[in-house]
């Protein structure tokens, strides 16, 4: 049963006890904004680090501005969610655009968000540095299983 730490928004700057938490786990996926290529050097998961474009990281020519990852029980798309709506990105438009996949990542809003209400679900790990982290330093860990009872942890750090 894969491990996946799931960040975003980093702004150059990773909370070291999301960096372990990450590097526990088998994937590490950074959802943008990650504004200092460096700072992904300290993410080492065991298996492999997925990171997309956010808004201000056009200067970052090695990433896309979306991913996918698939297993057996589901496929997961991976996007900084800013093209959905500026101020908080519509999770109707997310669904829209991603209707075959089981979890939708977004970032930007630099807020945690789990959205089950409806498929795919919507998730945001919400900020995982200093800048504009509403209270703490976010990520979230879902734990793939071979069957749809996929779970999600949060986790803020002050």
């Known amino acids: 049963m894969p491990k996946l730490c799931i960040l975003s928004d980093s702004h150059g700057f990773i909370h070291p006890e999301i960096i372990q938490i990450a590097n526990q786990c088998d994937i590490a996926i950074h959802a943008g904004d990650i504004i200092d290529e460096a700072t992904l050097i300290q993410l080492?998961?065991?298996?492999?680090?997925v990171a997309i474009k956010g808004n201000n990281?056009?200067?970052?020519?090695s990433?896309?501005?979306v991913e996918f990852l698939e297993f057996p029980s589901g496929?997961?798309?991976i996007e900084h969610g800013h093209l959905h709506g500026h101020h908080k990105p519509s999770h109707e438009s997310l669904r829209?655009?991603?209707?075959?996949?089981?979890?939708i990542i977004?970032?930007?809003?630099h807020k945690q968000v789990i959205d089950q209400e409806s498929t795919p679900w919507v998730i945001n790990p919400g900020a995982s540095g200093d800048i504009r982290n509403h209270g703490g330093a976010k990520c979230l860990v879902l734990e793939v299983s071979d069957t749809q009872e996929w779970s999600i942890t949060p986790y803020i750090f002050h």
């Open 44 to 49: 080492k998961p065991k298996q492999k680090l």
């Open 75 to 77: 496929k997961i798309a």
């Open 106 to 109: 977004y970032g930007h809003t």
């Open 96 to 103: 829209a655009t991603y209707p075959d996949v089981k979890i």
């Open 63 to 65: 990433l896309g501005k």
């Open 57 to 61: 990281d056009d200067h970052i020519a």
